[in-house]
């Protein structure tokens, strides 16, 4: 066992975005003839059609690879493939929980960026073996020596043995190869060897074979009819299928300790595999679980209605089966008088949601309409109790709450020195502070500020990135709740308030945004046969208004000739008309007014 665990390593690609994570696991999938020549494609390990349009990783993706070494040795790479974005960290989280390694690779053109340092603390703290790697070192403008000081500066890694390499050529990744054997650990297991442990760190699920679980072995053994036990749940099942990522499925005898794999079980229900359980063997058991990855909790809200009434238990599979291999996104069925039946769901950020609701279009041809995101609001109330709500319509009334406080978070801001006055502006806009600032180089400041969560939802790293003129970067995390002004601003149509256009904003900045999605909302609204007043108020205050005119049917048409007094008539006749049909009239709101109003900030 010994020895085949010295044959093993473990490790992970963790990076800023488009740093080329992707182009190195290309690379190295060529050099380790696990994918030949003439089956080749971009993006190898992206599997998912987003992936390829955006050129951003959102799932990790694990492969073995078998690899000889220059000393002649075959060796078994079981590497993971891992998102740059900040909102999808926790899909780094769990390849670190399956890894001993890690190759922390930095754009040797652009530098330490953002999501580079919260990657490498992430690394530091699960204990793994940081290789740092200086990437696109061919390129004219690469900063080798610059970089290097950038990152036992800022990261505290030295470089002395960093390797310098250019995914898209090949250049230096052989080296890099035979770097991992020496310097990545193989992995560990219990010396007695009595019991089986298995990490589930993600799953898919599959219409035909049901639940696929991604299992790292730690102790023991699986293989094909082992019955298994999750520690976490109690639920036992049959083992029907193990093997590896070769990149795609492929079936073997057993996974033995240490290997990364998949496991096919008679499980078929997306709902009973729970991502960061112990699998553990009935005739060989552990009732120690392992110590998953980090569980984080999804920070924004938002509602999600299918357009279709009759597409709800549609939307209820999907959103299941969406669930089973992305832990940070949660749902839970609600109800709206505006969009009926649907479900409040939890994401971790904005590009988090839009990536959830075009799977849902693709992935499962669903129709959606989502609310206006929202965060966790802590509200206290004067007789003592605190509730927590994502959705302003629990809110309860403004008479029975003492205060409310939102969540805050501590971004890490990278921009040029040129930009730091606009980027403090839009910072200062946004109610946040500038608590520290670090110079990375002469030409590069980082910024370490305040904010509350609420005020970077929508547009601000759009913002950001437009008065950097595409240069900064930036990184968060949540720090604490702080009191806040906030207030329920509602949208009034014809009198009546409409749920799904409901807020939670800050007094300062209540009428500006009253404003915007009244005049938002008059564009898109058709007009009807009376006029329709569009109201945005707070509490019962009108603090903005917008009328649509009533459509006109011109009554008089067939009056050609004769005294005036025949014309008032008809128009008097049509007055009387139009005030009865706008005491009974109700208000079309078509599907575009939901999307209009989310974008009506920009």
Known sequence: MENELSHIRNFCIIAHIDHGKSTLADRMLLLTHTIEQRDFRDQVLDSMDLERERGITIKCHPVTMRYKAADGRNFDFNLIDTPGHVDFTYEVSRSMASCEGALLVVDAAQGVEAQTVANAYLAIENNLEIIPVLNKVDLPTAKVDEV???????????????????????????????????????????????ATRALVFDSIYDAYRGVV??????????KVGDRVKMIGTGLTTEVKEVGIFAPQFTPVGELKTGQVGYMISTIKEPREMRIGDTLTATDRPSTTPLPGFKTIQPMVFSGIYPVNTADYEKLKASLGKLALNDSAFTHQAESSVALGFGFRCGFLGLLHLEIVQERLRREFDVDIISTYPAVVYKVFLNNGEQMKIDNPIYLPDTT????????????????????IGDVMKLIRDRRGEVEKMDSLDVRRVMLYCLMPLNEILVDFYDFLKSVSHGYASMDYEFTAYAVSDLVKLDILLNGEVVDAFSCLIHRSKAEYRGRQMCKALKEVIPA???????????????????????????????????????????????????????????VNVPQEAFVTVLRSTD
């Open 400 to 419: 029975k709450v003492d205060h409310i406080e939102e969540p805050m978070i501590k971004a890490c801001i990278i921009c040029h020195n040129e930009h």
């Open 148 to 194: 290097c000081r950038q990152i036992e500066d800022i990261l505290g890694i030295p470089t002395n043995n960093a390797l310098h390499i250019s995914a898209k050529t090949g250049q230096g990744v052989p080296e890099l190869l035979e770097a991992i054997i020496t310097r990545v650990p193989p992995p560990t297991t219990d010396p007695s060897g009595q």
């Open 213 to 222: 679980a991604y299992v790292r072995v730690v102790d023991g053994r699986l």
């Open 528 to 586: 009807h046969l009376f006029a329709v007043p569009i109201q945005a108020a707070v509490g019962g205050k009108i603090i903005a208004r917008e009328t649509i005119k009533a459509l006109r049917k011109d009554v008089t048409a067939k009056c050609y000739g004769g005294d005036i007094s025949r014309k008032r008539k008809l128009l008097e006749r049509q007055k009387e008309g139009k005030k009865r049909m706008k005491l009974v009239g109700s």
